[in-house]
């Protein structure tokens, strides 16, 4: 069964704590990898698609790589404006999107 | 960037009314969307595939009687919750894929709270 795990759950750092988010995928025949940001009581905020295992992606203070078995999300020297919820989402060749269940991340002054 | 407007971004009905939510490309056409549910600190979960001019196809356990789409155009798609119960009461989210799946973009989100 088609599966996208992401962890930690919550993570807190302090303003500058640079960090990794973990998204570790089961998916037959992966297409794409997506990552989204998601502010509370909204949609989520597109962010990076990766489709090859050594692609790396960079937008400000993150980075987004991919293996064949996970993808990870860099943030470097997070601001507090960086708090909100990343999602990763993994596109089969089912044509089946697979949504994690997202890391909270909160940055702290 | 694309973008996809959802309305209204909140809701609060009496059980057993129908509400009715909108979804409309802005700057581009979509033969297809998608229909998403979240619960507070869950992931998205899929519902349905709008498509336009056809039927929609829904995820394996979602009522079609209860939850009906409507794609009419190439940038619009509605979601009607039909006879409204407290257990629907979620964040519904809708998406558009621009050109193909790749570049997916999200409404704002409607949360339907029912009483």
């Known amino acids: 069964e088609d599966q996208v795990t992401q962890s930690p759950e919550a993570l807190r750092l302090q303003e500058g704590e640079s960090s990794s988010l973990n998204c570790s995928y089961t998916v037959s025949g992966l297409r794409g990898l997506f990552w989204y940001r998601q502010d509370p009581g909204k949609g989520p905020e597109f962010l990076f698609t990766?489709?090859?295992a050594g692609e790396e992606k960079e937008k400000e203070r993150l980075k987004a790589t991919l293996t064949k078995k996970e993808s990870f999300l860099h943030i470097t020297a997070p601001k507090p404006e960086d708090s909100a919820t990343y999602l990763c989402?993994?596109?089969?060749?089912?044509?089946?999107?697979?949504f994690g269940s997202g890391t909270r991340l909160s940055i702290r002054p | 960037g694309a973008v996809v407007s959802q309305h209204p971004s909140r809701v609060i009905c009496k059980s057993g009314t129908s509400v009715k939510i909108e979804c409309r490309s802005l700057d581009f056409q979509a033969t297809t969307m998608f229909w998403y549910r979240q619960f507070p600190k869950q992931s998205l979960m899929l519902m349905a595939t709008?498509?336009?001019?056809?039927?929609?196809?829904?995820e394996q356990g979602v009522e079609k009687d209860k939850f009906l789409i409507n794609h009419a155009s190439l940038t619009l798609s509605t979601l009607t919750v039909t006879s409204a119960h407290p257990e629907d009461s979620s964040f519904y989210i809708c998406?558009?894929?621009?050109?193909?799946?790749?570049?997916?973009?999200f409404g704002s989100g409607t949360q339907l709270s029912v009483l």
């Open positions: 998406s558009a894929p621009q050109g193909d799946i790749e570049k997916l973009f």
């Open positions: 990766l489709y090859s």
């Open positions: 709008s498509n336009e001019g056809s039927k929609a196809t829904y």
């Open positions: 989402a993994a596109y089969s060749s089912a044509s089946k999107i697979i």
